[in-house]
């Protein structure tokens, strides 16, 4: 990919507008319970103002679809930022128009500013030819380093970006680009991708799409339920696919005709319920009794997994391998998260589930690379083209 970054733009004394991912969760009071999103791009904020640029921030935070929502506004985040990067961050209570206008105008070189939450317009969501215009009058450059809605065709990662000259990735999304090319573009070998989560139909596109690219596969969570009745095993009463039965068929076929190495799991951890104080028994993959839930890989399947990756030198793991929110099924979760904290090998997670037990186990810091963006992290996976990356394209 042909893409400039921050680091190769020169913007000292220029209006800089970043598009940055402020969608951070809030308590009802309006009070911040995670920064990581504000952290992960103080890189780049930091950078623009080293280099003397006046730097705007744009973002969005949650779905107002178009409509100014009080309790999405962006004012909270102008108070943490300014508290993490020591110095005064004005808040403009609107993102293009007047206000934004008259504020930007006012900036001097190094100075930082947070405009209103970009999705009170329904032109952003639109990606509106026109409000994009009306973002780029604001600024002399632009870069993005929300990877998270890369995967948006959206005015403030889109359109705004043809009527700058000057444009660029962050130091986020830059990293982002680099770890995906050290997964499937170029890794190092043998590369083993783990998928987890509820259903194959969320993920199938990128289990077809990397077949082609790694050594082996391994497959846990409720998405193996399907392989097990694709194979005509009892799931009992687990969540599973009917409809992709024919196509997870076809996929273990595909695995097997490329001669990937493909792993479901030998073993479950079963329950009368999903809850926290259900009865629970480990059972081999092909006794799964009538009327019970599987919610966890079982122990032999950790083990076994374990096992598969001891050689590997790149890891990517996109999804979590059981009902890890509830006690009893968190083990075949973690148990792979200590696998990767403890390997030599490169480990690539994708964001979103993944992300949250990373942070509830302590391990989010012993992975290599954690993405902060799920949908965009799994359409690369996917290999489709995200619009906010080829929009910076040259």
């Not at 792993?263 to 059972?283: E, G, I, M, N």
């Not at 009794?289 to 096992?307: N, Q």
Request: aromatic share 6%.
């Amino acid at each position: 990919m042909k893409i400039r970054t921050i680091d190769q733009l020169d913007l000292s004394g220029k209006r800089t507008l970043i598009r940055v991912d402020f969608n951070v969760p809030m308590d009802k009071a309006g009070n911040i319970t995670d920064d990581t999103r504000i952290k992960a791009v103080l890189p780049t904020i930091r950078l623009s103002m080293e280099k003397g640029a006046k730097t705007i921030l744009v973002s969005h935070l949650g779905r107002p679809k178009g409509q100014v929502v009080p309790e999405m506004s962006l004012s909270p985040v102008a108070k943490r930022l300014a508290l993490l990067l020591g110095k005064e961050v004005p808040f403009v209570p609107d993102c293009v128009g007047e206000a934004a206008q008259k504020a930007v105008a006012s900036m001097k070189s190094g100075d930082v500013l947070l405009l209103e939450n970009v999705r009170f317009h329904p032109g952003e969501e639109k990606n509106d030819e026109a409000f994009g215009k009306q973002l780029a009058a604001l600024c002399d450059a632009y870069v993005n380093d929300a990877f998270a809605t890369a995967h948006r065709g959206h005015s403030s990662n889109v359109a705004v970006t043809r009527f700058v000259r000057e444009k660029g990735a962050g130091l986020l999304m830059k990293n982002e680009i680099a770890y995906f090319e050290k997964a499937l573009v170029s890794p190092a070998r043998p590369l083993a991708a783990v998928f987890g989560g509820a259903k194959i139909s969320g993920k199938i596109e990128a289990i077809n799409n990397v077949l082609g690219k790694v050594d082996k596969i391994l497959i846990g969570g409720a998405m193996a339920n399907t392989f097990f009745a694709a194979r005509g095993y009892e799931v009992g009463h687990s969540l599973y696919e009917a409809e992709m039965l024919e196509t997870a068929s076809k996929v273990l076929a595909n695995a097997a005709g490329r001669k990937v190495k493909f792993y479901l799991p030998v073993d479950v951890v079963v329950a009368d319920r999903l809850d926290a104080s259900a009865v629970t028994k480990a059972v081999p993959a092909q006794e799964i009794p009538a009327g019970w839930t599987a919610g966890d890989i079982g122990p032999a399947t950790s083990l076994l997994f374990k096992e598969a990756l001891q050689d590997a030198k790149t890891i990517v793991w996109n999804g979590p391998l059981g009902a890890f929110e509830i006690g009893p099924f968190a083990n075949g979760t973690y148990s792979i998260m200590r696998v990767l904290a403890e390997t030599d090998a490169i480990t690539i997670v994708g964001g979103g589930d993944t992300d949250t037990a990373l942070h509830k186990a302590g391990m989010f810091s012993r992975m290599s690379y954690v993405s902060t963006g799920g949908g965009a992290f799994l359409e690369l996976l996917e290999g489709k083209r995200l619009p906010g990356i080829a929009a910076l394209e040259e």
